[in-house]
């Protein structure tokens, strides 16, 4: 399938890693109980931002990367400014929230496991 998605900015595929990235760690270490299935990936662009990784997630957690992917995508400010820091909150209510505890709960567990590569985009 030809990509829909443009990937002419570095930044907001590195965006989109990374969103996936926490999502998967949120999913994998608090939904251990929840049935949990492959990411569905449909299209070559997007394939080509997120790669081959296996990205298990339950619907809760599929849907909010979904929700992420597509706002990172519409995001009329170039450059994009950190979510948190964006004067525009495009994100839905319930989603907003989502994010921030997965984002603070992933943080938290990447620093405990020494993993200040990922953390340090966050940061910034």
């Known amino acids: 399938m ?8 570095p930044k907001r595929d590195k965006d989109i890693r990374i ?3 926490f999502i998967a760690i949120y999913c994998r270490e608090n939904h251990k109980t929840v049935p949990r299935e492959q990411f569905p990936i449909r299209d070559d662009s997007l394939h080509t ?10 619907e809760d957690c599929s849907k909010l990367l ?3 992917i597509a706002k990172l995508l519409i995001c009329p400010y170039n450059p994009k400014p950190a979510c948190r820091k964006c ?11 989502h994010v921030r505890k997965v984002m603070r709960f ?3 567990y990447l620093v405990k496991r020494g993993r ?5 985009h966050f940061i910034h």
Request: proline share 7%; charged share 20%; hydrophobic share 35%.
């Open 2 to 9: 030809p990509g829909i998605f443009q990937t002419i900015d």
């Open 19 to 21: 969103l996936s990235d």
């Open 49 to 58: 931002i997120l790669g081959d990784k296996e990205l298990l997630l339950c």
């Open 66 to 68: 979904n929700h992420g």
């Open 87 to 97: 004067p525009t909150h495009c994100y839905a209510p319930g989603y907003r929230e």
């Open 106 to 108: 992933s943080g938290t």
């Open 116 to 120: 200040l590569d990922l953390l340090l």
